[in-house]
């Protein structure tokens, strides 16, 4: 007989990213992100940006953001920057998968936003803390909605921009990543045991900087739906 299972509390609903032309919604698990993937962005951070390897944070599904929201400015912060990103969004998981069975895990490419706490994360890599207070808040994680890897093919070259009230901040080409796509899903599934539903931010190229409220961002890669939301107080 099948037993009845009784929670504490009712668990919270899946949080879910929608799927160009179908009515199907993708249920999000973890949200990694790859830092300083464009050697450009390294740059204008002050960092190196020669070809080590990669390293990873992560965002809770709660940062996702779907498009024409409202992206509440976080509180305990006066520096929250934007960081147009590709968005992958895997099907099947795995460990240890080699760079050319790589694709085969994923499902889908999206445009995603990392808003980050700038203040907050500079003063935790001041003192060797971890990220978290700085990247990780409710609507950190803005995504568009999906476009199948089939329908659209590998995204080995395509133009990304972020815009803010129509002016253009960030703008580059995501053939400029150091790390490509299946290294990157082949490296994290060494250190993690990757599952479906996972979404991996890819990293971003030059030009971040901040955003108040009232600012309209619009974020566009070629091929994908663009991702448009506006900050509001918090």
């Not at 290294?183 to 599952?195: G, M, T």
């Amino acid at each position: 007989m099948e037993k009845t299972v009784s929670y504490v509390f009712e668990p919270r609903d899946v949080i879910s990213v929608p799927v160009a032309g179908s009515t199907e919604r993708f249920p999000v698990n973890n949200i990694y992100c790859v830092g300083r993937n464009y050697a450009d962005h390294a740059i204008e951070m002050g960092f190196d940006p020669d070809r080590e390897a990669p390293f990873f944070f992560m965002k809770p599904a709660y940062a996702v953001l779907s498009d024409d929201a409202e992206m509440k400015y976080p509180a305990h912060s006066s520096d929250v920057h934007h960081e147009v990103e590709l968005v992958v969004a895997l099907h099947h998981g795995g460990t240890n998968i080699s760079v050319d069975e790589a694709m085969s895990l994923v499902y889908a490419y999206g445009v995603g936003v990392d808003m980050t706490r700038r203040d907050l994360q500079a003063e935790a890599k001041e003192k060797s803390r971890p990220w978290e207070a700085g990247k990780t808040f409710l609507h950190a994680a803005p995504c568009a909605a999906l476009h199948k890897l089939s329908e659209v093919g590998q995204l080995n070259e395509a133009v990304i921009t972020l815009r803010i009230n129509g002016e253009t901040r960030q703008a580059g080409d995501v053939n400029q990543m150091i790390w490509k796509v299946p290294e990157i899903i082949s490296r994290l599934s060494e250190l993690f045991v990757l599952q479906p539903g996972d979404m991996i931010y890819t990293g971003t190229p030059a030009g971040v900087g901040p955003v108040l409220p009232g600012d309209q961002i619009t974020a566009h890669i070629a091929r994908l739906s663009e991702l448009s939301f506006k900050v509001s107080s918090s």
